[in-house]
């Protein structure tokens, strides 16, 4: 099992930063792929962004036009969203995500969630 728990969501003005944590616990976390899923209220969980377990490959939503930046540092086992340049429609619950496979950008890769941190950009 992994525990995944997240956090540093929180409100913030639109044009502004937030930075997300997930701390993982459990298992080796560097046997695992990370990702960082979101879910706007009355909308599906969609992929934001995902990295491979050495942190050299990622992968991102083509609709964030590299305003996000994901990393991880496995002595910490910790994987980090950077937010800027955020915008109204990025408000959403962001969910951590480990996967054993080699990269995970699909819902149905992930083995393992986090409860979610809130992100409420306001205009």
């Known amino acids: 099992q992994v525990q995944l728990v997240e956090s540093g969501g929180g409100l913030v003005q639109a044009g502004g930063s937030l930075r997300l944590s997930c701390a993982a616990s459990?298992?080796?976390?560097?046997?695992?792929?990370m990702g960082w899923f979101r879910q706007a209220p009355g909308k599906e969980r969609e992929f934001v962004a995902a990295?491979?377990?050495?942190?050299?490959?990622?992968y991102y939503a083509d609709s964030l036009e590299g305003r996000f930046t994901i990393s991880r540092d496995n002595a910490k086992n910790t994987v980090y969203l950077q937010m800027n340049s955020l915008k109204p429609e990025d408000t959403a619950v962001y969910y951590c995500?480990?996967?054993?496979?080699?990269?995970?950008?699909?819902?149905?890769?992930?083995?393992?969630w986090g409860k979610g941190t809130l992100v409420t950009v306001s205009s």
């Open positions: 990295l491979d377990q050495s942190g050299r490959s990622t």
């Open positions: 995500a480990a996967s054993i496979r080699p990269i995970a950008t699909g819902y149905y890769d992930i083995d393992y």
């Open positions: 459990g298992r080796t976390f560097s046997w695992y792929a």
